[in-house]
């Protein structure tokens, strides 16, 4: 069983940046696609970002791109999501995922992952 911990979330101010991290029980090379997801109360579950762990292939949902960057560090078995110019609006839990069988790289597909974190908050205010 693959356990998915994150950290890093934490309350900003509009405008400014936090990094999430999530590690992985082990390497994140032998889970073809890793992602970042995001839930605010009363809404559905949404894809961020997302990452081929072997491909190095990204995607990223609309609202974020050019202001968050998906990576991960082989050595350390992590998976990270910088996240500036962040908006109020993107208050939520986020969760990471992932998935070890072939997969698709891309940010809105939310059924294919069979592990998941347990969420950190990230709350901005304006």
């Known amino acids: 069983q693959v356990q998915l911990v994150e950290s890093g979330g934490g309350s900003v101010q509009a405008g400014g940046s936090l990094r999430l991290s999530c590690a992985a029980s082990i390497s994140t090379y032998n889970l073809f696609c890793m992602a970042w997801f995001r839930q605010a109360p009363g809404k559905e579950r949404e894809g961020v970002a997302a990452?081929?762990?072997?491909?190095?292939?990204?995607d990223y949902a609309n609202s974020v791109k050019g202001r968050f960057t998906i990576s991960q560090d082989g050595a350390k078995n992590t998976l990270y999501l910088q996240m500036n110019n962040l908006k109020p609006e993107e208050t939520a839990m986020y969760y990471c995922?992932?998935?070890?069988?072939?997969?698709?790289?891309?940010?809105?597909?939310?059924?294919?992952?069979?592990?998941w974190g347990q969420g950190t908050q990230v709350t901005v205010s304006s």
């Open positions: 995922a992932a998935h070890d069988r072939q997969c698709t790289v891309a940010a809105g597909i939310t059924g294919q992952y069979n592990y």
């Open positions: 990452l081929g762990t072997n491909s190095g292939r990204t």
